[in-house]
Every structure is written in C-alpha cells, then in structure tokens.
C-alpha cells in the first residue's frame, strides 16, 4: 500500500528522470512536499509527442472517464493482481499508464509499547528520485484528471513494515511501460521490473500521521528526520 509518499528534492533533480521538452516543464520548480496524501493534486509523467514524455498534473485518486461521481472508495492505490480486470483499472491499463515522481513513502507498524503508529519513511539509497508506476484518467464530465499508484505483494526489505509495496518502476523500463503501443499482454512482465529490493527506511516521528495541523497543511521537512534507525 501507498498511502502517502515525499517528492522533496527539486525538480532539476527529479527532472533528469524524463525527457521533458515543454518550456513550462523544463522551468518547473515546485515547492518540496514532505507529506503528499490521496486527493491532492501531483505531478505525473505520460508518452508525450516525438518520443518524449508529457508533464500532467491531477488529482491523486483515479478517476475513471466513464464515472458520474468521484469514487468515494479508495482509488489512489490499484492492485497489480486486478489493474488488467477491474473496471475500474482496465482501461487506463491499456491505453493510460503513468510515471509518478517520487523520492520517498510512508508506512506505518503497530508499536508494541503503547498500540500507537509508528510512522516510517522509505526511499532508495541517497534518497535519490524515482518514479512508481501508475495509471491516468481524464473525466470529461466531471472535468478531472486523476492517476494512481500501482501497488503487489512486498518483498524484502519491505516486508519487515507491511504486506504490500508500490511498484517502484526501473528506469529502463519507463518507455516501454509509457508507451501506449506497448502491447498488453507484455505489461505485467515490465512491472516486474521494480527496483523495491533496494529500499531503505528508518522511523520518523508520528507528526506525520496528519494531514492538517490547525486547519493549514502537515506538510514541511521535519516530518521526514530519522528517530532510532533501523
């Protein structure tokens, strides 16, 4: 599960994940988010023209383009074992696959000391950017472009926090899943292409667990310092 990730290197950093060509994509400079939760707005990368790739921007709980209403069920994560299946999923599974810039996650255990959550931050060696794989969609009729994070069983070293894991997508495998003429039956073999095995985290303080503090946004660089590494 996925339940809120960081994005706070700048964006010069993260931008030599993508072949960006658009003027207002390769000036971007967005403020360092340190607690991005569901239904917040984010960046994410698609197959763009001429071989490169589309900077967008929406809502991070999927919203499929034939839906009335936005789902109030959770969408901001969707099961690798049913994102071909699901109505909700299939479509953009096939035709609207996304890259989402990241440079960590949270997760969060059960403390045996007072039944509290214990709030971890994860991210790859140096905390350096990546992307997790997703889907996109455009609602015409409720004017909303949304995306959401793929998520399959966790591995080791992700196993020692929780059952499940975004798909952290390796870099050379980013066209082929962007690509739109990728065929379908291909899709699920790029997926286990993940660089997740490399995964590193340490305990933050439980200040993360909230989304708003005093009506304003939890959301600033003490949230992500170490207590008691692991």
């Not at 034939?66 to 953009?92: C, G, H, L």
């Not at 020692?160 to 003429?181: C, E, G, S």
Request: charged fraction near 25%; hydrophobic fraction near 35%; charge should be negative.
């Amino acid at each position: 599960m996925c339940g809120r990730y960081t994005r706070y290197l700048s964006w010069s950093e993260i931008h030599k994940l993508y072949r960006l060509t658009a003027p207002a994509e390769i000036g971007r400079n967005d403020e360092p988010r340190y607690n991005i939760a569901p239904t917040q707005d984010v960046p994410f990368v698609t197959a763009g023209e001429d071989g490169n790739h589309r900077l967008r921007e929406g809502r991070w709980w999927l919203v499929p383009f034939w839906a009335k209403e936005v789902p109030k069920f959770q969408m901001f994560n969707a099961r690798i074992e049913e994102v071909d299946t699901k109505p909700s999923y299939r479509d953009a599974f096939k035709s609207k696959r996304c890259l989402i810039p990241a440079d960590g996650f949270f997760e969060w255990t059960i403390s045996p000391a007072d039944g509290g959550k214990d709030s971890w931050h994860i991210y790859q060696p140096g905390h350096a950017p990546f992307s997790f794989a997703g889907l996109w969609a455009h609602n015409s009729n409720l004017d909303i472009t949304s995306c959401t994070i793929i998520t399959e069983p966790a591995a080791e070293p992700m196993k020692q926090l929780h059952d499940r894991q975004p798909v952290i997508l390796d870099r050379a495998y980013y066209d082929a899943w962007l690509d739109t003429a990728t065929p379908k039956d291909s899709l699920k073999d790029i997926l286990s292409h993940d660089i997740d095995g490399q995964l590193q985290f340490n305990r933050v303080g439980r200040d993360v667990n909230k989304t708003v503090v005093n009506k304003l946004p939890n959301d600033h660089p003490a949230l992500v310092g170490p207590i008691n590494p692991l």
